[in-house]
């Protein structure tokens, strides 16, 4: 069982987290092209992302989520993101929101550990179904042409 008291640090430290994607991001050669993003819009997409994530790991809706990644592939597409580029900043989030979780929440007993380990079992679950559904975006814009997604529908990073 996913512990409600992690998330919610978790979740309630968005900011702190987005400032350690974005740190990385203007040091990291791998996501050069990210460098384009204006940090407001990078912040805004972390806050709906990682404050949400209870949301996405406690009730996932799989098919909401992968349409909503598959809109972001085709988008980062469009914007001439390479795939590389967008999937290493997927894995720069999740490495962030563990090193968060294992930094600042260090276990003291065998169940808060437990969580801990719940927690990135879980958040690999999720950005793996997060990734393919990028690729799949990304991919079908080659080969078919998508209908533009509304900007409801990029609210996620």
């Not at 994607?21 to 912040?43: K, N, P």
């Not at 805004?44 to 598959?70: F, K, M, T």
């Not at 390479?82 to 720069?92: D, R, S, W």
């Amino acid at each position: 069982m996913l512990s409600a008291r992690l998330m919610q640090r978790v979740e309630q430290n968005w900011e702190r987290i987005a400032s350690a994607v974005i740190e990385q991001s203007r040091r990291d050669t791998h996501i050069r092209h990210y460098a384009c993003l204006d940090e407001a819009e990078i912040r805004a997409r972390a806050q709906d992302v990682i404050g949400n994530l209870g949301r996405w790991l406690s009730r996932p809706d799989e098919a909401e989520l992968r349409h909503r990644y598959r809109d972001l592939g085709w988008c980062r597409r469009e914007e001439g993101f390479p795939l590389e580029e967008v999937i290493y900043k997927l894995q720069t989030i999740e490495w962030k929101i563990v090193q968060y979780v294992q930094d600042e929440n260090p276990p003291e007993n065998s169940v808060q550990l437990y969580s801990e380990l719940e927690m990135s079992r879980v958040l690999h679950r999720f950005f793996g179904i997060v990734v393919h559904s990028v690729v799949c975006g990304y991919q079908r814009g080659r080969e078919l042409p998508l209908a533009k997604p509304s900007a409801r529908q990029l609210e996620v990073v």
